[in-house]
């Protein structure tokens, strides 16, 4: 997996829960807003896809927890996409505890491509290059 | 406040926080929980209001905390709503203990009346007789 | 997977997104919120594991997403758990639409066995028994 | 109010809703990320606060919402602090769109004093220095 870091941020209180670290559903946001920062930097925001008028809902997400993080950590994130058969995208995430790099969390998306009504598209051209750039 | 107890539901560890009772926020969506039951026992589900063109997106929101509640403590919560000036909707949320009636929180969301397109609306009348209903 | 449906609940305006659906990180909290009336309905729950001195945090989660669900639906949940080696926890979760059945989302959860010090332990014999009934 | 600048961060798909901006609890949620920095501009991170058994539970919350925020927008948080009465801490937020400057919400929230017990405590004469400096 070929990931650049992408973005650093810190663990809100609101993360946590009361065994004292992070609530686990809070990393699938933290994945979210790798993918935002990943499609800027490969230069089509995906506000910019939305605005053309293809949607990404996600289908499948998996997530494996590793080390803890706790409020005010500073962590680390990087994800990466690809093409997952011809329908679909499939996107990685990275998250490490920026000082020590040791491993937060990771896992994938996967994601269908739909038309502002919902119907499932397969995806056009430009979203594909983009997803494989 | 004349107001009448509308459901009952558990504290969920996602709503807790590392110091081991609520993070407050959840109480906004407590809240709102609230406003959708006091709505269908009115006879006018909000989803039935937003079909009909209005929406109600809230401009001001006012908490108190009063008790502690911690994970899967089973709370109740009450709701009121009244016109707050001609344009305007006020809704009164109260959440307590279900077994001691102990207050848990407390509070009021006020909510401007906007059609589709967002643009500032006078509320219809049929929704002025539901709110004050 | 032998599954009872154990609550039902509806979708808050919190858990949908500017898709119109529900924002996919929030099924975690469901499934969540299934555990633990799973745990109830076996006859030991979660807070009485808590108080035992037995944390059961996540490891590992995944999901899968069906048919859309959005504000105000009614759903219903089902659960259940088994050991996962003999270490490990696995719960199954699968919520569907209260009226029609069709799925909405299903996936596991692994949960490792921790003391109140974080530390790794193997699941006491009532605790296996648990997971097992 | 004299209120710097804090930090600056974009909106999430997460906290989003279906009417197309942002879910209103989302706010508190940054006014807490903001209180965060604040601290830890002050010099006296809020970790720190907490390890030396000082705690701020939030007693009371206020919110008015302005002009409207979308996903991916970027926004920038001002937050600042002063005692509320002898026992309490008042801490006063501003969110708005970093480019436009435009107000998006702004609040303040009242925190008590607890100690590691949750018991309410006068704050030490450290903590009022800080939240006044």
Same mark, same amino acid.
């Given at each position: ?35 935002? %920062? ?5 230069? =089509?925001?995906?506000?910019? $896809?939305? *605005?053309? +008028? ?47 790099? %040791? ?5 994938? =998306?996967?994601?269908?491509? $739909?038309? *502002?009504? +919902? ?15």
């Amino acid at each position: 997996m070929n990931q650049d870091s992408i973005l650093e941020f810190r663990v809100r209180y609101a993360d946590t829960d009361k065994m004292g670290g992070i609530y686990h559903s809070r990393v699938l946001e933290w994945f979210e807003m790798g993918r935002t %920062e990943l499609f800027r930097k490969k230069g =089509t925001p995906y506000t910019e $896809v939305e *605005s053309r +008028g293809v949607f990404l809902p996600i289908v499948e997400a998996h997530v494996q927890y590793k080390h803890r993080a706790c409020y005010d950590d500073l962590l680390r994130l990087s994800a990466d996409s690809r093409m997952h058969g011809k329908a679909r995208i499939q996107c990685s995430h990275l998250i490490v505890h920026a000082h020590s790099g %040791e491993a937060v969390a990771q896992g994938y =998306t996967i994601h269908a491509c $739909v038309d *502002s009504g +919902g119907k499932v598209i397969r995806p056009p051209r430009w979203l594909v290059e983009l997803i494989q750039s």
